[in-house]
């Protein structure tokens, strides 16, 4: 059959919509035409995609190939889509059977030797392919951060081979499972008793912390300010699984997330030459900024008359609602922002 169809998941602010990797296979001059509000980075998958198949000892098709993500309207972007489209050439080529593809999502970047490399947002995307009730194939260094999803089926590949190996039954992929992760111990923050003195600017941070209040610490440089707002984020109470999840997704649509910090307060500290884009998100495509990626932890703005007063400006409605929604020409998207805001200044 020279069509095939490929389960996969975009980004789209915080959420992950569906799409489908159409493949279709017809006579005429070889060609591969990549449809679907691709970006530069989709589109240069036609080339990773060949190289990554004939290294992986599969024939590349010499006909006429339409590749069409659905749906058209939704932008794509990043290289998650190798692995589908790889996938979708094989089975309407007749290398892989098509009905196995049926039970799973893919996503995954591809080298030009066959190798999976990590994706952004993939947590993101596991969240919302549990709901579903497919498996989602990632790459390795992915699959343990996706696995937090724990409604979602996870399996973990390293290489093209062994996604074919498994959908052909000469192997299986080993289900990614992690625990109730709960990062690093409390104990491993930043300690308010390695503070000398200060009482009473760590009792009003104890305070602040019991009730969420914002912040301003003013004083001579040298005097504490900074350690003292680092140490915050050790005095806030832990956070449930639903919001360590939405904190960490947010980071992994950043490329930041890390397994190892799961459930503990994120602390940013952005430079006072920040953009507003950088602090309240932004872009052509919108991506987080820092009221977000400090979502259910702390945002430290150091010498804070020195940043642009727009910048500041911006942070009113976040602080109030606990969201930014960020609004672009041909892109909408909303993005968590509860945190805790602390500033420091010099008299």
Known sequence: MPLAIVHSRGIDGLAAPAVAVEVHLA???????????????????????????QNS???FPGRRITINLAPADLPKESGRFDLP????????SGQIPAPALAGHEFAGELSL?????????????????GRIGRSFVLPVASAREAALASKASVLAAG????????????????????????GDDAGDYPDLAEVRGQVQAKRALEIAAAGAHSLLLAGPPGTGKSMLASRLPGLLPPM??????????????AGQFELAAFRRHPFRAPHHTASSAALVGGGSVPRPGEISLAH???????????????????LREPLD???????????????????????????
């Open 27 to 53: 006579g005429g001059l070889p060609s591969v035409t990549l449809v679907g509000l691709p970006d530069t980075e989709v589109k240069e998958a036609r080339d990773r995609v060949r190289a990554a198949l």
């Open 57 to 59: 000892g599969f024939e």
């Open 85 to 92: 489209i790889a996938l979708g050439i094989l089975a309407a």
């Open 113 to 129: 030797s066959g190798e999976l490399r990590p994706i952004r947002g993939s947590l993101a995307m596991a969240l919302a392919a």
């Open 159 to 182: 290489s093209l081979l062994e996604v074919c190996a498994h959908l052909t039954g000469q192997g299986r992929l080993a289900e990614c499972v992690v625990g109730d992760e709960r």
């Open 240 to 253: 449930n699984l639903a919001a360590a999840l939405e904190s960490a997704a947010v980071l992994s649509l």
């Open 296 to 314: 259910k932890g702390v945002l430290f703005l150091d010498e804070i008359p020195e940043f642009d007063r727009r910048v500041l400006e911006a």
């Open 321 to 347: 609602s606990g969201r930014i929604h960020i609004s672009r020409a041909a892109r909408q998207a909303e993005f968590p922002a509860e945190f805790q805001l602390v500033a420091a200044m010099n008299p």
